[in-house]
């Protein structure tokens, strides 16, 4: 059966759309979601379904919506996934912690960094369904602007790594 990571975008981040972990993994249960495990509070959570990934992306967002009031989004990624976004991380120099990963819904525009204006020196490169931005000074007081980014949600390479690596020891 298929490891799933699933991260929620808008949960726990600035005291908005706050959900315990604890609540996210009885939600994926609930769902009929095998093993479900959650890692830090900002909304990521690993389990196993026989399902399709759009299918638990779809199931899992519907049933935040009714518990959140709101649908948050929600990003379904394999575990292979997530170890090629950390393996082919661009910015070889950054600091992981400054090199964030913006995990979309779908494939960014060709055009998405055209619009991007980055006061501090940020960085982004285009990846599969997500954008890479690197933050030399960090992601806490930037002025980046990059309209692409809004319908994601961010982990840093760190956080990838560990999520990957996470995925790994369930498959093994």
């Not at 908005?16 to 609930?30: D, H, N, Y």
């Amino acid at each position: 059966m298929p490891v799933y990571i699933a991260l929620l975008r808008a949960v726990n981040v600035g005291g908005t759309g706050s959900l315990p972990m604890a609540e996210l993994k009885a939600i994926c249960e609930g769902l009929g979601f095998t093993d479900a495990k959650t890692y830090i509070q900002s909304g990521n959570v690993l389990f196993r379904s026989d399902e399709s990934e759009k299918a638990v992306e779809q199931k899992l967002d519907a049933a935040l919506g009714q518990k959140m009031g709101k649908r948050p989004g929600v990003m379904v990624r394999s575990r292979k996934e997530l170890e090629a976004i950390a393996a082919n991380a661009p910015f070889p120099d950054a600091k992981p912690n400054f090199l964030l990963v913006y995990f979309l819904p779908e494939k960014p525009p060709a055009d998405a960094l055209e619009k991007m204006t980055a006061p501090d020196g940020e960085g982004a490169k285009l990846a599969t369904r997500e954008i890479y931005v690197h933050y030399p000074n960090g992601s806490g007081r930037s002025k980046l602007k990059l309209p692409a980014l809004k319908p994601g949600t961010s982990r840093n390479l760190n956080t990838v790594r560990k999520l990957a690596e996470m995925a790994a020891a369930m498959e093994a």
